[in-house]
């Protein structure tokens, strides 16, 4: 598995962003998908992760209600879409693939993120 992200910019708050994760590889239906971020000066965070099949999906509080994370296996490619962004939200965010969890430590590859910049 080989992970890409895209589709992060800059944005005034309460807009849109949809982030992309193409994968090169072959086996990408056999993972699950996290997205993850981090701030500056702070440690990279749980966002959201999809199972394999995409019938499941988890969130943190942060961002429950207003980004929602899907998968095409398909296109071998899995999407955050960010509606209602905060500053807070600010972020380089990383895609990457492995266990169903919320845990960094799950993931074995991960894509070289994209900063998402979210203006006040």
């Known amino acids: 598995v080989q992970l890409q992200a895209c589709g992060g910019g800059l944005v005034q708050a309460g807009g849109s962003l949809r982030l992309t994760c193409a994968n090169s590889?072959?086996?990408?239906?056999?993972?699950?998908v996290g997205w993850f971020r981090q701030a500056p000066d702070k440690e990279r965070e749980f966002v959201a992760v999809i199972n394999w099949s995409g019938s499941n999906t988890y969130y943190a509080d942060s961002v429950q209600g207003r980004f929602t994370i899907s998968r095409d296996n398909a296109k071998n490619t899995g999407y955050l879409q960010m509606n209602s962004l905060k500053p807070e939200d600010t972020a380089v965010y990383y895609c990457a693939a492995g266990a169903y969890s919320s845990s960094p430590a799950s993931f074995g590859s991960w894509g070289q993120g994209t900063l998402v910049t979210v203006s006040s």
């Open positions: 590889g072959r086996t990408f239906s056999a993972y699950a």
